[in-house]
């Protein structure tokens, strides 16, 4: 069974606790639990550093043997004094007797590191440690500063064992079999451990008799409860025949020994057998990462406090790193604002920087330190692009070295590492010390590297940072990447990229890029400025003139043209782009880039909607739906739906209007566009079908979120369909006046510079029901007759006018030229269908008047229209009145059509007086009362409670002289309140 995958470094949303497996296996914890501070090791050598003038260079053979205060990093002294021997007088360890080398014996080696005060428990993995016991081996492996060595001090001695611990600390010089095993014998005698006079110790450094050996496994064997070896820093152990020998007594112990090893490195021992057998527990750097949680009782234990954005900041910068968690908030304890200062803190010049310097870099080889520092300007490494960046043949070995050492190399899959990000930012800071004006050379090679290997989004940052705009340019736009500054992912990253390209920079491609980021965000000049520079040139070129450029400079026309109106350049520009249909190269590279058709139907299909060649339009948005539904064309999918449904609304059907509108919102939540990349059409529909409903809170509500995605927008349809659905609402909801100035507004502004019919047409209708909603019904004649629609809407709406008006004759006349409603939608037909009801009622035929209605109802009870009832007119209450139709009037319209909308006859007596005046409040509320909203829908819209709401209607109707709703709004009509 092979070595299991190294796992990243942990992110906040890792779970909280882990529990090993119950049967024996291969286990790797990823639990949150390590030490919070620094290892044991770490605070050796930082107190090394301080009595040696700060050096970071010295060798691992000259480190002192005992543990020295580290207070910089651990907070606290460790105690080096050895433990009282409960073994044997005779055991020569134990009675201070020399090694095989005649050296004395180091009893601080046998001492089980102090925990510090600041020192944070984890159970979760102490538990861990603790049920890991059911194997013989358990490896603890890490990076420097891990807090490997405290996190098994603390599970020593404070979790209940199931035997005898004792405790050993390798150097380097035991490498010499018998010295490391006269040491090991020493560890275990020293902790209270008995062994027997006829094991013997090694009489010889460099050899152990091996039937010691033997003796030691058998003796070991017969206990009656496991002995718990640690051997802490055991990388230094480099000798395969002590691997060999250790792995040897732990065989034959059985289950008198359990192995706990503490390291940098993978150890020597046989690990794939234990793994295959199930009999290792594994816990990695990745597992002693710190969570946001135990990052927040680091900070609280050294008496600072950091919101919750701050300590998941502090764990995302350092990765969980327990060191560098460490020096960071004890930097931070000496700052008037900690807060400010972890996120302004400099890591090249502090206590993090020297750590790793002296820790890991410098404990390198030279090879390995250059490419450490040439490739740490890269976020990820590949031992090719090492190679390149070091101008050796020799990465490949050197990163497996590094990833198996813990420095801080990460191997992340399929040949790629990434350095711990702590580490890089240091290393970089290093290499310009080393080596000034290095950094600008190796982007370079990076940059092309990366390019010539098919990775453009990550070559471009290089490109940028090696000052190559030229390159960076040329490469972008020859790939026909141009289409990714429109699709929202990652449009951003590459906008604020190319905004830094010098202004010195030009030619083809620069210009072009230029023109796709201003037109990006609606700059119409300066996109169409750039784009005429880039066109000169590929026209200057001739046949020569690269492909890509040529589909670009398509692209950035039919987008310009959509933001001008012009249905005209962009059918140009799409033919011209089918020219190029077949050219060498292009084909592939379209497959890759699938978006580039994409935007360019989603565009084409604008404009024509914009024209008002709707099937046109409906025709290219289709294919433009259909693009590959990878990320890339998620933008021109969701914009098209949004768009087919605009044209479907616009052609009655409401329905199918709001079925589009909802995939298209799905679109973009499945894709997860940004806010800024989704367009708000798709809710402006649903927003104009719950006003066609009556349902004014969910309007408001779709209004609100549009106009929010809309802003800073100026796409000519976005812009001009929020306000006239602004202006719908508004007049639905009883604000004829507000609802005007909306529409004057888009009249003195215009969006585009071509006019759209379609807009025109709804400007005019919603213009002719705002004079209707007045009393004005010349006025809305006057508006209408401007139009030079030939559909049935403005002619429905005229006819309406001019009944409205008295002019019954040339109402019957229009209506007698009225258009053809065939493919149009209910919500078309209904209007065009109340409007000859209303005409047949003026002439007394209440039969047919009556048929037509019943046409009306039909046709509008599926989509629950009703707007069109309620703007209809009193004629259709007193009609209703007269003959009324059982079963015609649905839930969806009732309660109260025929009282709601009735009127007084001549003949009727006068209405009785209103009986005291309303208040401002009571009219507002009463208002509502004749949309027909429920007291819930008014008291949400008025942001009242629902018992003042009840209190206004208990005022209205004492003062109306009345007790229910639809007489209300009657006797409100009728006393000219409404």
Same mark, same amino acid.
């Given at each position: 069974?092979?070595?299991?995958?190294?796992?990243? *470094?942990?992110?906040?949303?890792?779970?909280?606790?882990?529990?090993p497996?119950?049967?024996?296996?291969?286990?790797?914890?990823?639990?949150?639990a390590?030490?919070?501070?620094?290892?044991?090791?770490?605070?050796e050598?930082?107190?090394?550093?301080?009595?040696?003038?700060?050096?970071?260079?010295?060798?691992?053979?000259?480190?002192?043997?005992?543990?020295?205060?580290?207070?910089?990093?651990?907070?606290?002294?460790?105690?080096?004094?050895?433990?009282?021997?409960?073994?044997?007088?005779?055991?020569g360890?134990? #009675?201070?007797a020399?090694?095989? +080398?005649?050296?004395?014996?180091?009893f601080?080696?046998?001492?089980?590191?102090?925990?510090?005060?600041?020192?944070v428990? /984890?159970?979760?993995?102490?538990?861990?440690?603790?049920?890991?016991?059911?194997?013989?081996?358990?490896?603890?492996?890490?990076?420097?500063?891990?807090?490997?060595?405290l996190?098994?001090? &603390?599970?020593?001695?404070?979790?209940?064992?199931?035997?005898?611990?004792?405790?050993?600390?390798?150097?380097?010089?035991?490498?010499?079999?018998?010295i490391?095993?006269?040491?090991?014998?020493?560890?275990?005698?020293?902790?209270?451990?008995?062994?027997?006079?006829?094991?013997?110790?090694?009489?010889?450094?460099?050899?152990?008799?091996?039937?010691?050996?033997s003796?030691?496994?058998?003796?070991l064997?017969?206990?009656?409860?496991?002995?718990?070896?640690?051997?802490?820093?055991?990388e230094?152990?480099s000798?395969?025949?002590?691997?060999?020998?250790?792995?040897?007594?732990?065989?034959?112990?059985?289950?008198g020994?359990?192995?706990?090893?503490?390291?940098?490195?993978?150890p020597?021992?046989?690990?794939?057998?234990?793994?295959?057998?199930?009999?290792?527990?594994?816990?990695?750097?990745?597992?002693?990462?710190?969570?946001?949680?135990?990052?927040a009782?680091?900070?609280?234990?050294?008496?600072?406090?950091?919101?919750?954005?701050?300590n998941?900041?502090?764990?995302?910068?350092?990765?969980? *790193?327990?060191?560098?968690?460490?020096?960071f908030?004890?930097?931070?304890?000496?700052?008037?604002?900690?807060e400010?200062f972890?996120?302004?803190?400099?890591?090249?010049?502090?206590?993090?920087? &020297?750590f790793?310097?002296?820790e890991?870099?410098?404990?390198?080889p030279?090879?390995?330190?250059?490419?450490l520092?040439?490739?740490?300007?890269?976020?990820?490494?590949?031992?090719?692009?090492?190679?390149?960046?070091?101008?050796?043949? &020799?990465?490949?070995?050197?990163?497996?070295?590094?990833?198996?050492?813990?420095?801080?190399?990460?191997h992340?899959?399929?040949s790629?590492?990434?350095?711990?990000?702590?580490?890089?930012?240091?290393?970089?800071?290093?290499? +310009?010390?080393?080596?000034?004006g290095?950094?600008?050379?190796?982007?370079?090679?990076?940059?092309? *590297?990366?390019?010539?290997?098919?990775?453009?989004?990550?070559?471009?940052?290089?490109?940028?940072?090696?000052?190559?705009?030229?390159?960076?340019?040329?490469?972008?736009?020859?790939?026909?990447?141009?289409?990714?500054l429109?699709?929202?992912?990652?449009?951003?990253?590459?906008g604020?990229?190319?905004?830094?390209?010098a202004?010195?920079?030009s030619?083809?491609a620069?210009?072009?890029?230029?023109s796709?980021?201003?037109?990006?965000?609606?700059?119409?000049?300066?996109?169409?400025?750039?784009?005429?520079r880039a066109e000169a040139?590929?026209?200057?070129?001739?046949a020569?003139?690269?492909?890509?450029?040529?589909?670009?400079?398509?692209?950035?026309?039919?987008r310009a043209?959509?933001?001008?109106?012009?249905?005209?350049?962009?059918e140009?520009?799409?033919?011209?782009?089918g020219r190029?249909?077949?050219?060498?190269?292009?084909?592939?590279?379209?497959?890759?880039?699938?978006?580039i058709?994409a935007?360019?139907?989603?565009?084409?299909?604008s404009?024509?909607?914009?024209a008002?060649?709707?099937?046109?339009?409906?025709?290219?948005?289709?294919?433009?739906?259909?693009?590959?539904?990878g990320?890339?064309?998620?933008?021109?999918?969701?914009?098209?739906?949004?768009?087919?449904?605009?044209i479907?609304?616009?052609?009655? *059907?409401?329905?199918?209007?709001?079925?589009?509108?909802r995939?298209?919102?799905?679109?973009a939540?499945r894709?997860?566009?940004?806010?800024?990349?989704?367009a708000?059409?798709?809710?402006?529909v649903?927003?104009?079908?719950?006003?066609d /409903?009556?349902?004014?809170?969910?309007?408001?509500?779709?209004?609100?979120?549009?106009?929010?995605?809309?802003?800073?927008?100026?796409?000519?349809?976005v812009?001009s369909?929020?306000?006239?659905?602004?202006?719908?609402?508004?007049?639905?909801?009883?604000?004829?006046?507000?609802?005007?100035?909306?529409?004057?507004?888009?009249?003195?502004?215009?969006?585009a510079?071509?006019?759209?019919?379609?807009?025109?047409?709804?400007?005019?209708?919603?213009?002719?029901?705002?004079?209707?909603?007045?009393?004005?019904?010349?006025a809305?004649v006057?508006?209408?007759?401007?139009?030079?629609?030939?559909g049935?809407?403005?002619a429905?709406?005229?006819?309406?006018?001019?009944?409205a008006?008295?002019?019954?004759?040339?109402?019957?006349?229009?209506?007698?030229?009225?258009?053809?409603?065939?493919?149009?939608?209910?919500?078309?037909?209904?209007?065009?269908?109340?409007?000859?009801?209303?005409?047949?009622?003026?002439?007394?035929?209440?039969?047919?008047?009556?048929?037509?209605?019943?046409?009306?109802?039909?046709?509008?009870?599926?989509?629950?229209l009703?707007?069109?009832?309620?703007?209809?007119?009193?004629?259709?209450?007193?009609?209703?009145?007269?003959?009324?139709?059982?079963?015609?009037?649905?839930?969806?319209?009732?309660?109260?059509?025929?009282?709601?909308?009735?009127?007084?006859?001549?003949?009727?007596?006068?209405?009785?007086p209103?009986?005291?005046p309303?208040?401002?409040?009571?009219?507002e509320?009463?208002?509502?009362?004749?949309?027909?909203m429920?007291?819930?829908e008014? #008291?949400?819209?008025?942001?009242?409670?629902?018992?003042?709401?009840?209190?206004h209607?208990?005022?209205?109707?004492?003062?109306?002289?009345?007790?229910r709703?639809?007489e209300?709004?009657?006797?409100a009509?009728?006393?000219?309140?409404?």
């Open positions: 069974m092979g070595r299991p995958p190294p796992r990243p *470094w942990p992110t906040p949303s890792w779970p909280t606790s882990f529990r497996p119950a049967t024996p296996t291969t286990r790797r914890w990823s639990s949150s390590c030490d919070l501070s620094e290892s044991a090791r770490g605070e050598r930082a107190g090394d550093r301080r009595q040696h003038g700060g050096s970071a260079s010295r060798a691992r053979g000259d480190r002192h043997h005992g543990r020295f205060d580290s207070s910089d990093i651990s907070g606290s002294v460790v105690n080096v004094m050895p433990h009282t021997s409960r073994g044997s007088s005779r055991d360890a134990a #009675a201070g020399p090694t095989p +080398n005649g050296d004395p014996v180091l601080a080696r046998f001492t089980v590191p102090l925990v510090p005060k600041t020192f428990r /984890r159970p979760r993995v102490t538990e861990c440690l603790t049920e890991a016991l059911a194997g013989p081996l358990v490896l603890v492996s890490g990076p420097a500063g891990a807090g490997k060595t996190l098994v001090a &603390d599970w020593a001695a404070a979790s209940p064992l199931p035997g005898r611990t004792a405790w050993l600390t390798v150097e380097a010089g035991d490498n010499a079999p018998g490391f095993w006269a040491y090991l014998l020493g560890a275990l005698r020293h902790h209270g451990l008995t062994v027997p006079d006829d094991v013997g110790t090694p009489a010889r450094p460099d050899e152990v008799d091996p039937s010691l050996l003796r030691l496994a058998a003796h064997s017969r206990q009656p409860e496991p002995v718990i070896l640690v051997l802490d820093e055991f230094r152990v000798s395969p025949e002590i691997a060999n020998e250790l792995q040897f007594v732990l065989h034959h112990s059985g289950t020994l359990r192995l706990v090893l503490i390291s940098r490195t993978e020597l021992l046989p690990l794939h057998r234990y793994r295959a057998a199930g009999e290792v527990t594994e816990i990695r750097g990745a597992d002693l990462a710190f969570l946001p949680e135990e990052t009782e680091l900070v609280v234990r050294h008496g600072l406090s950091l919101p919750d954005d701050g998941r900041a502090l764990t995302e910068r350092t990765r969980g *790193w327990a060191a560098g968690l460490r020096l908030v004890l930097s931070a304890q000496q700052a008037e604002d900690p400010t972890l996120k302004e803190f400099e890591t090249v010049q502090s206590t993090v920087a &020297d790793l310097l002296a890991v870099l410098d404990a390198q030279g090879a390995s330190q250059d490419l520092l040439r490739s740490s300007i890269c976020e990820r490494i590949h031992p090719d692009l090492a190679n390149a960046l070091t101008r050796r043949d &020799d990465a490949a070995p050197i990163l497996t070295e590094l990833q198996g050492a813990n420095a801080f190399v990460e992340i899959g399929h790629w590492y990434r350095l711990h990000p702590l580490f890089a930012e240091i290393l970089r800071a290093h290499l +310009n010390t080393r080596h000034p290095l950094e600008r050379q190796l982007h370079g090679t990076a940059a092309r *590297w990366l390019c010539d290997a098919g990775r453009l989004s990550e070559a471009l940052p290089h490109a940028a940072d090696a000052g190559d705009w030229e390159f960076a340019a040329d490469r972008f736009v020859d790939d026909l990447a141009i289409g990714q429109f699709t929202g992912l990652g449009a951003d990253r590459l604020a990229l190319f905004a830094r390209m202004p010195e920079t030619c083809p620069s210009d072009l890029i230029r796709a980021c201003a037109l990006a965000r609606y700059d119409i000049d300066r996109g169409l400025e750039d784009l005429e040139f590929l026209t200057a070129a001739g020569s003139s690269s492909s890509a450029g040529q589909l670009s400079c398509a692209l950035l026309r039919i043209a959509c933001l001008l109106g012009s249905a005209e350049m962009a140009t520009a799409a033919r011209r782009a190029l249909d077949g050219r060498e190269g292009l084909t592939e590279r379209l497959e890759a880039h699938p978006e058709p935007l360019m139907l989603a565009g084409l299909g404009a024509r909607l914009w008002g060649r709707f099937e046109a339009a409906r025709s290219a948005l289709s294919e433009a739906t259909k693009a590959s539904g990320p890339s064309t998620a933008v021109p999918r969701h914009e098209s739906l949004g768009r087919l449904a605009l479907d609304f616009l052609r009655g *059907w409401p329905g199918r209007a709001e079925a589009l509108s995939e298209a919102i799905s679109e939540e894709s997860g566009l940004p806010a800024t990349a989704r708000s059409v798709g809710q402006l649903l927003a104009a079908v719950a006003i /409903r009556s349902d004014f809170i969910a309007a408001r509500t779709q209004l609100h979120q549009a106009a929010v995605s809309a802003a800073g927008s100026r796409d000519p349809i812009t369909w929020l306000a006239i659905v602004r202006s719908r609402l508004l007049l639905a909801r009883g604000e004829p006046e507000q609802a005007l100035r909306v529409l004057d507004g888009m009249k003195e502004a215009p969006f510079g071509t006019p759209s019919p379609w807009v025109d047409t709804q400007v005019a209708l919603a213009s002719a029901a705002v004079h209707m909603a007045q009393g004005r019904p010349q809305a006057a508006a209408l007759a401007e139009q030079r629609d030939d049935p809407e403005c429905t709406a005229s006819a309406r006018a001019l009944l008006a008295g002019d019954t004759e040339a109402a019957l006349a229009l209506l007698g030229t009225l258009p053809s409603v065939n493919g149009r939608g209910p919500a078309v037909r209904v209007p065009a269908l109340l409007v000859r009801a209303q005409a047949a009622d003026a002439l007394g035929d209440d039969a047919s008047a009556r048929r037509l209605v019943a046409r009306a109802l039909t046709a509008a009870g599926p989509e629950r009703r707007r069109p009832f309620l703007e209809a007119g009193p004629w259709l209450g007193k009609l209703l009145d007269r003959s009324p139709a059982p079963g015609q009037v649905g839930d969806w319209l009732s309660p109260g059509l025929p009282t709601a909308v009735r009127t007084a006859d001549a003949d009727e007596p006068a209405p009785a209103v009986l005291e309303l208040s401002e409040r009571e009219r509320v009463l208002g509502r009362l004749a949309q027909m429920s007291t819930e008014i #008291a949400a819209d008025l942001f009242l409670s629902v018992n003042t709401i009840k209190t209607l208990r005022n209205i109707y004492r003062k109306l002289a009345v007790t709703r639809g209300a709004v009657r006797r009509r009728e006393a000219g309140l409404l």
